[in-house]
T-cell receptor, first 111, second 110 residues
Framework: RKEVEQDPGPFNVPEGATVAFNCTYS??????FFWYRQDCRKEPKLLMS???SGNEDGRFTAQLNRASQYISLLIRDSKLSDSATYLC????????????FGGGTRVLVKP | DADVTQTPRNRITKTGKRIMLECSQT?????MYWYRQDPGLGLRLIYY???????NKGEISDGYSVSRQAQAKFSLSLESAIPNQTALYFC?????????FGPGTRLTVL
């Protein structure tokens, strides 16, 4: 079983709609969680960190559920420019603070 | 100017050839990483370095070697390239758990 798993998608989303997707992690000792965005053939870039209390950054909301070992990302009022692959990333200090990446969820926002 | 640069950006080579991918950073970070990305598999860690004298294997280090020539430079070598090393390679630095990636090197081994 992969340490970090994501639905690869694609999630086809009408412009203006809301889309949400999850990421599950297998190691309960995981401590830090992030969402990265990757555009086609480009490098990943940090979208947002995920905090235990949940956090919001504009149209993006991230949640962490430690009991069920998953994190989620919700995008409201989707824009065409939101089309990308979203990578779930998990960090464990016991693993030397190395980040473990999920395979990514592809989102396609269409007019 | 980009903070993390990689050269070359694209490379096509033949089985058995030695290849070096180079990475430079101007962010002043101590920690540097090499990943490869394959479709559907996410980024997998090849090697990482926490400072010039520290080199560590990642989850898929077989067939690769690295050199940390200076704080700002971290190179990845394929001593004898094979076709299943065809992938997109990323160098990254990190501070406070945020990773900053280079633009990637697309390597094709024929």
């Amino acid at each position: 079983r992969k340490e970090v798993e994501q639905d690869p998608g694609p999630f086809n989303v009408p412009e203006g709609a809301t889309v949400a997707f999850n990421c599950t992690y297998s190691n309960s000792a995981s401590q830090s969680f992030f969402w990265y965005r990757q555009d086609c053939r480009k490098e990943p870039k940090l979208l947002m960190s995920v905090y235990s209390s949940g956090n919001e950054d504009g149209r993006f909301t991230a949640q962490l559920n430690r009991a069920s070992q998953y994190i989620s990302l919700l995008i409201r009022d989707s824009k065409l420019s939101d089309s990308a692959t979203y990578l779930c990333v998990v960090n464990r200090e016991a693993a030397g603070n190395k980040l473990t990446f999920g395979g990514g969820t592809r989102v396609l926002v269409k007019p | 100017d980009a903070d993390v640069t990689q050269t070359p950006r694209n490379r096509i080579t033949k089985t058995g050839k030695r290849i070096m991918l180079e990475c430079s950073q101007t962010k002043g970070h101590d920690r540097m990483y090499w990943y490869r990305q394959d479709p559907g598999l996410g980024l997998r860690l090849i090697y990482y370095s926490f400072d010039v004298k520290d080199i560590n294997k990642g989850e898929i280090s077989d067939g690769y070697s690295v050199s940390r020539q200076a704080q700002a430079k971290f190179s990845l070598s394929l001593e004898s390239a094979i076709p299943n090393q065809t992938a997109l390679y990323f160098c990254a630095t990190t501070r406070n758990n945020e990773q900053f990636f280079g633009p990637g090197t697309r390597l094709t081994v024929l």
